[in-house]
């Protein structure tokens, strides 16, 4: 128990396309995150920031900004980026300087303003860098990655596009309630199906839209919240392993996998890593697991993450959802929050905006979407260059 | 006419510019015999290490790992045609090399068709062209059976 931090307070700016600038909505969920904890911002010993790459200059010192945006105090700061993982990277930074003894309170803050339509690469001619070589070379937009993930599905356990689209259905129904949420509304499996094809067999609602969004918690010693709050949810082990030597599976944005001809594929596949050394760390099993949210860019990927976390056997993804055992009401819910379906991707905010779904889920104040006694509780998320993301939070 | 136009490719030293017999261009690490594509400095076997790698050429012929395509015209860099014309691409697994590639299929290749591990081949293909010049990529192309 002495390796964990309590999640004190946490906030979020609602999810949208709403236009103005990042640091507006890191600042709205910064305040409300405080107000959550009862603190001031004068209390506040560190701040770690989720870096946004599409912001210019104050998104890649996003600690910084935040900090000055506040008003600044003297605190001590870090930014950070990994990607979609980002914000777990900014929650670990933050949660070791606690654990290290060097502050009690630290902020974490995430928040992006994103362009609309597909995610590019930044500008100039990069002709080293892969990310721009996929586009460049190949056209391999992010949806070409899901589209190959979910026509493997298909192929291999015999998943349909139907099974795809009961996610969104599912999602779309969680999320109904959610404040935070960007989509209220209750999408059909009809309404999926009559999307227009993205990247075969995924459709535009298969597919997660980008989103402008902020969301931070407020993260303490297990001590210092003792003094704050009966009973606080803590957070029981954050997990941001990278791949092991060879990483057989194709990932963004890489144009081939790493050989396994010399070096055997390692026991446990990356995705499968992620939320094992979480579970590892925490002395927990996934079938202690109450609720998890997991990064759905599409909808296929949702059922990959039922095997890849341990709550499906491989190929057993589809029968978990159709009988209903992920959705609210189900043993093990997933995506309550309604999950990217809902949210649409708010890069270096979405990981801190999972934690905030497990907190309220875990106090029992998630209205309109709440797992009954909730205990225990996963985030998993995935960034592109090799980054894993898994939160396990108790109360 | 565009016979008239200088092919070159897109990107240099990735494959053998060989139009009957291409083939992607990557590196061996002579310690650990790991091979690599794209070409790296060093060889990323952790348990290696290895500084000294040669350049080889991959196999041209892999098994289909699973498939999809674009719909919609991506951003920049990507040179889409206008109006732009939609295409497949495919991973592909090498079976020497133990490796998955990814490329598009050519034009032709009828998508509704695939399946995978279906025998799929190298062969080079335009990425796009300007005035004067054709830019030219790898590309996957189904292998046609003896059945067809």
Redesign the interface.
């Known amino acids: 128990m002495a390796r964990e931090v309590a999640v004190l307070g946490v906030g979020m700016h609602p999810w949208g396309k709403w236009g103005r600038s990042f640091v507006e909505y890191g600042v709205a969920a910064a305040r409300a995150a405080l107000a959550d904890a009862g603190l001031a911002w004068q209390d506040v010993q560190f701040v770690a920031g989720g870096d946004t790459m599409r912001n210019g200059y104050p998104g890649y010192v996003a600690g910084a900004t935040f900090a000055q945006a506040l008003g600044w105090t003297g605190v001590q700061v870090a930014s950070t980026y990994g990607a979609c993982a980002t914000g777990a990277q900014a929650i670990d930074v933050a949660r070791a300087r606690i654990l290290a003894g060097l502050c009690e309170v630290a902020l974490v803050v995430g928040a992006d303003t994103t362009p609309k ?2 995610f ?2 930044t500008g100039g ?1 990069r ?1 080293n860098d ?1 990310d ?10 992010n ?2 990655y ?7 599905r298909m ?2 356990f015999g998943a349909t596009p139907e099974d795809f689209a009961r996610v969104k259905v599912k999602n779309s129904q969680h999320g109904l309630a959610n404040p935070n949420a960007r989509y209220r509304k209750a999408v059909t499996l009809e309404e999926v199906m009559a999307s ?7 459709r535009l609602l298969d597919i997660c839209a980008t989103s402008d969004g902020g969301a931070a918690v407020v993260l303490t010693s297990l001590e210092f919240a003792r003094r704050h709050a009966t009973s606080p949810v803590t957070i029981a082990a954050v997990s941001t392993v990278t791949p092991r ?2 990483n ?1 599976i ?1 990932e963004m944005p ?10 055997p594929a390692p026991d446990v596949p990356f995705k499968d890593s992620i939320a094992r050394r979480a579970y590892e760390a925490a002395g927990v099993a996934p079938d202690d697991l109450d609720l998890a949210e997991v990064y759905d860019l599409s909808t296929a990927l949702e059922l990959d993450w039922y095997e890849n976390i341990g709550i499906a056997k491989p190929g057993d993804a589809e029968k978990l959802l159709r009988e209903g055992q992920t959705t609210l009401g189900g043993r093990i819910p997933v995506n309550p929050s309604g999950g990217l379906a809902c949210f649409g991707e708010a890069i270096p905010a979405q990981a801190i905006a999972q934690l905030c779904e497990l907190t309220w889920q875990l106090r029992g104040q998630a209205a309109g979407r709440q797992v009954e006694g909730a205990r225990l509780g996963i985030a998993v998320n995935q960034g592109l260059f090799g980054h894993g993301s898994a939160v396990i939070a108790r109360r | 006419m565009s016979a008239a136009k200088q092919r070159v490719p ?2 240099e030293g990735w494959f053998r510019m060989d139009e009957a017999e291409p083939r992607l261009l990557g590196v061996r ?1 002579r310690s ?7 070409k790296e400095a060093f060889c ?4 290696c290490g290895g500084a000294e790698l040669e350049e080889v050429a991959l196999s041209r012929r892999g098994r289909l ?8 015209a ?7 045609k206008d109006p732009f014309e939609p ?1 497949t ?1 495919a ?1 592909v697994e090498l079976e ?9 299929v050519v034009a032709e290749a009828d ?1 509704t068709q695939l ?2 591990g279906q025998e799929m081949e190298l062969v080079l293909d335009t ?1 796009f062209e300007d005035e004067t010049r054709q830019y030219v ?1 790898w590309k996957w192309r189904p292998v046609r059976s003896s059945a067809a």
């Open positions: 339509g597909f590019a690469p001619d002709p892969p721009w070589l996929r586009f460049r070379l190949l056209g391999a937009t949806p070409i899901f589209g190959l993930y979910a026509r493997r192929e291999i227009p094809v993205v990247s075969d067999p995924l030597f060879p057989t194709i890489n144009f081939a996998t790493d050989s396994a001809a010399s070096v | 897109a990107v690490c650990c015999r790991t091979p690599y594509f794209p990323r076997n952790p348990a790992w699973s498939w999809t395509d674009n719909r919609y991506p951003p920049p860099p990507f040179v889409a295409y691409v991973a020497a090399e133990r490796m998955v590639v990814l490329g598009q998508a399946r995978v990425l990529v």
